[in-house]
């Protein structure tokens, strides 16, 4: 068997926009891969273009040599866009290979430990309201962890303001409400999205009572690991950190430091499933659990299945299709995909990923590329989305 073809299907689904690709062989087998570098799809086609040459007529089993050629067989090895690149590529190629074989991806990860993977919802609110209903409605369907992702951003004059000592005593006042609200049994964690400073983080933890958040994902940037030792000698709350990480490379001083307390690997940015495996054996020696990110769509969310099927160090993988606000699973797209049963995704036993995608109604849309949001400080001055 052999490579014959790499497309490349860059889409908006749900506001947003994905990469998808599709790795064709001789076979007649296919495989599906996407890339988690989200507004920048056409950087990674760019990437995937030059990796196209090197993998026409390569067997697509050889899985690892694959990873190592696209990854070290250059001078400018790493980086974002072309990791994102030789992920869509890897799950594409694990695909294939389940299926040649007969077999979910998992198999080739060892076999599954798991019969199901559980989630936590994303809460998006923007308002006091709107959290408590939100979180209240999920917990009711049977959701008992709920990951807050404040959005009370100001719009004015063209600008989205934030303004992180305003956002932390508003947002710490309403998290504290929600605990009251929906008792000690559901755990809550909250994602800042780098926008906070060490002193803000520090701040915004001494304004709720002890116990009332039980992790806090990436507060501040994460490109500097002592910045987040000196936070962690300021707070005592777990660690969410890593969605955006590029290798294992960049894991390494949060896990061997023990910075993070939840790895939230995202397996369509890391380097894919083979990538992916290497971090959740670094992070099982530390007792470290993976705590996948996963805001795209059913590619990534299967491939991400797999990797916590296979892995005995798993908490929870992120859900952002509950409530009203996020759809990136639209079945135009993706006519087969893993099915949420409750807060959880079943493993299932069908051969490769487990997910299709329909290009010939990809390739009728309009791509438009995507710009996340750009956030200014009430002075005019920009800050972290």
């Given at each position: 068997?052999?490579?014959?073809?790499?497309?490349?299907f860059?889409?908006?689904?749900g506001?947003?926009?994905?990469l998808?690709?599709?790795v064709?062989?001789?076979?007649?087998?296919?495989?599906?891969?996407?890339?988690?570098?989200?507004?920048?799809?056409l950087?990674?086609i760019?990437a995937?273009e030059?990796?196209?040459?090197?993998?026409?007529?390569?067997?697509?089993n050889?899985?690892?040599?694959i990873?190592?050629?696209?990854y070290?067989?250059?001078?400018?090895?790493g980086?974002?866009?072309l990791?994102?690149?030789?992920?869509a590529?890897?799950?594409?190629?694990?695909?294939?290979k389940g299926?040649?074989?007969?077999?979910?991806?998992?198999?080739?990860?060892?076999?599954?430990?798991?019969d199901?993977v559980?989630?936590?919802?994303?809460?998006?609110?923007s308002?006091l309201?709107?959290l408590?209903?939100?979180?209240?409605?999920?917990?009711?369907e049977g959701?008992?962890?709920?990951?807050?992702?404040?959005?009370?951003?100001?719009?004015?004059d063209?600008?989205?303001?934030?303004?992180?000592?305003?956002?932390?005593?508003?947002?710490?006042?309403?998290?504290?409400?929600l605990r009251?609200?929906?008792?000690?049994s559901?755990?809550?964690?909250?994602?800042y999205?780098?926008r906070?400073?060490?002193?803000?983080?520090?701040?915004?933890m001494?304004?709720?009572?002890k116990?009332?958040i039980?992790?806090?994902?990436?507060?501040?940037?994460?490109e500097n690991?002592?910045?987040?030792e000196?936070?962690?000698?300021?707070?005592d709350?777990?660690f969410?950190?890593g969605?955006?990480?590029?290798?294992?490379?960049?894991?390494?001083p949060f896990?061997e430091?023990?910075?993070?307390?939840?790895?939230?690997?995202?397996?369509?940015n890391?380097?894919?499933?083979?990538?992916?495996?290497?971090?959740?054996?670094?992070?099982?020696?530390?007792?470290?659990d993976?705590m996948?990110?996963?805001p795209?769509?059913?590619?990534?969310?299967a491939?991400?299945?797999?990797?916590?099927?296979?892995?005995?160090?798993?908490?929870?993988?992120?859900?952002?299709?509950?409530?009203?606000?996020?759809?990136?699973?639209?079945?135009?797209?993706?006519?087969?995909?893993?099915?949420?049963?409750?807060?959880?995704?079943?493993?299932?036993?069908t051969?490769?990923?487990?997910?299709?995608?329909?290009e010939?109604?990809?390739?009728?849309?309009?791509f438009?590329?995507?710009?996340?949001?750009?956030?200014?400080?009430?002075?005019?001055?920009?800050?972290?989305?």
């Amino acid at each position: 068997m052999k490579i014959t073809n790499i497309k490349t299907f860059p889409i908006n689904v749900g506001g947003g926009s994905q990469l998808v690709i599709k790795v064709e062989t001789d076979s007649g087998i296919y495989g599906w891969g996407a890339s988690g570098l989200s507004g920048r799809e056409l950087a990674v086609i760019g990437a995937i273009e030059h990796y196209k040459t090197l993998l026409i007529g390569k067997d697509p089993n050889q899985i690892g040599a694959i990873w190592q050629n696209l990854y070290r067989g250059q001078y400018f090895e790493g980086g974002r866009v072309l990791t994102a690149a030789i992920s869509a590529i890897d799950i594409a190629l694990y695909d294939i290979k389940g299926k040649a074989l007969g077999v979910p991806v998992y198999e080739l990860l060892g076999g599954k430990q798991r019969d199901f993977v559980e989630c936590f919802a994303s809460v998006r609110f923007s308002s006091l309201e709107e959290l408590l209903k939100l979180s209240k409605d999920l917990v009711n369907e049977g959701w008992n962890m709920l990951r807050l992702a404040p959005a009370e951003f100001e719009s004015q004059d063209d600008q989205t303001r934030f303004e992180p000592r305003e956002s932390i005593s508003i947002i710490a006042e309403w998290v504290t409400k929600l605990r009251e609200e929906v008792g000690k049994s559901i755990t809550i964690g909250i994602d800042y999205h780098t926008r906070l400073s060490q002193a803000e983080t520090y701040s915004f933890m001494q304004k709720m009572p002890k116990g009332t958040i039980d992790f806090i994902e990436e507060p501040i940037r994460d490109e500097n690991p002592e910045a987040y030792e000196n936070l962690r000698k300021m707070i005592d709350v777990p660690f969410a950190i890593g969605e955006e990480f590029a290798s294992k490379w960049q894991f390494l001083p949060f896990i061997e430091k023990n910075i993070t307390q939840y790895a939230r690997i995202d397996v369509c940015n890391v380097g894919g499933i083979t990538e992916a495996m290497k971090v959740a054996s670094m992070a099982e020696a530390h007792y470290i659990d993976l705590m996948p990110h996963n805001p795209l769509g059913p590619i990534c969310t299967a491939a991400t299945i797999h990797l916590a099927a296979a892995c005995p160090n798993f908490s929870w993988l992120e859900e952002v299709n509950t409530g009203a606000h996020v759809i990136t699973n639209d079945p135009k797209f993706y006519p087969i995909q893993h099915k949420l049963k409750g807060p959880r995704y079943p493993v299932t036993d069908t051969p490769g990923l487990g997910v299709d995608f329909d290009e010939e109604y990809a390739t009728k849309q309009k791509f438009k590329p995507i710009e996340i949001p750009r956030l200014h400080k009430r002075d005019g001055s920009f800050t972290n989305w």
